[in-house]
């Protein structure tokens, strides 16, 4: 079983519209969970980090299950500009090694 | 905030030949620099860590002896692919964590470089 597992997508939404998608996680023991977001050919960029209590910025708000083990992370409003792939990234208990999922695309549509 | 600076953008080399690839941090140390790669719609795979000053640890798999790697000082780190071949061809990103007078905010944040696709002929 992979160590962080997502749904590739592609999801395609309309402008303004929710989208939402989950990561789940294999380690109960994680400690630390992000969303990054990746440009086609860029580097990741960190989005957010996701909390027990779930946070949100602005349009996005992420959310944390430990009981069942995923982290969602869910757009509001869709902008173009929000089309990307999203990487979900857990840490174990070595505090410095992170577990990246092979993303989930999300493409917005005028 | 913290900027990791990678190089080459993008290298195109024939098989057989050694690529070397770059990370500097410039504003701040980097005591932990780590290497992935990625493959076209795959996740990020660590491909080994390295500590300033100690011999990076390599992630199974990984042959180290052909992905040399090197973190000398504070604020470079470098990759070196020996014998390149085809199916080394890919995106390889380094990312960072260290201090400036302290820990830099969010312990596990990581700040990535820009990344270098490297095509081997």
């Known amino acids: 079983r992979k160590e962080v597992e997502q749904d590739p997508g592609p999801f395609n939404v309309p402008e303004g519209a929710t989208v939402a998608f989950n990561c789940t996680y294999s380690?109960?023991?994680?400690?630390?969970f992000f969303w990054y977001r990746q440009d086609c050919r860029k580097e990741p960029k960190l989005l957010m980090s996701?909390?027990?209590s779930g946070n949100e910025d602005g349009r996005f708000t992420a959310q944390l299950n430990r009981a069942s083990q995923y982290i969602s992370l869910l757009i509001r409003d869709s902008k173009l500009s929000d089309s990307a792939t999203y990487l979900c990234?857990?840490?174990?208990?070595?505090?410095?090694?992170?577990?990246f999922g092979a993303g989930t695309t999300v493409t917005v549509r005028a | 905030g913290a900027v990791v600076s990678q190089h080459p953008s993008w290298v195109i080399c024939k098989s057989g030949t050694s690529v070397k690839i770059e990370c500097r941090s410039l504003?701040?140390?980097?005591?932990?620099m780590f290497w992935y790669r990625q493959f076209p719609k795959q996740s990020l795979m660590l491909m080994a860590t390295?500590?300033?000053?100690?011999?990076?640890?390599?992630e199974q798999g990984v042959e180290k002896d052909k992905f040399l790697i090197n973190h000398a000082s504070l604020t470079l780190s470098t990759l070196t692919v020996t014998s390149a071949h085809p199916e080394d061809s890919s995106f390889y990103i380094c990312?960072?964590?260290?201090?400036?007078?302290?820990?830099?905010?969010?312990?596990?944040?990581?700040?990535f470089g820009a990344g270098s696709r490297l095509t081997v002929l």
């Open positions: 990312s960072a964590r260290g201090y400036r007078e302290s820990p830099l905010s969010g312990a596990n944040v990581l700040t």
């Open positions: 996701v909390y027990s």
């Open positions: 390295s500590n300033e000053g100690s011999k990076a640890t390599y």
């Open positions: 504003d701040f140390q980097a005591t932990t």
């Open positions: 380690n109960s023991a994680s400690q630390s």
């Open positions: 990234v857990v840490n174990g208990p070595n505090d410095y090694k992170l577990s």
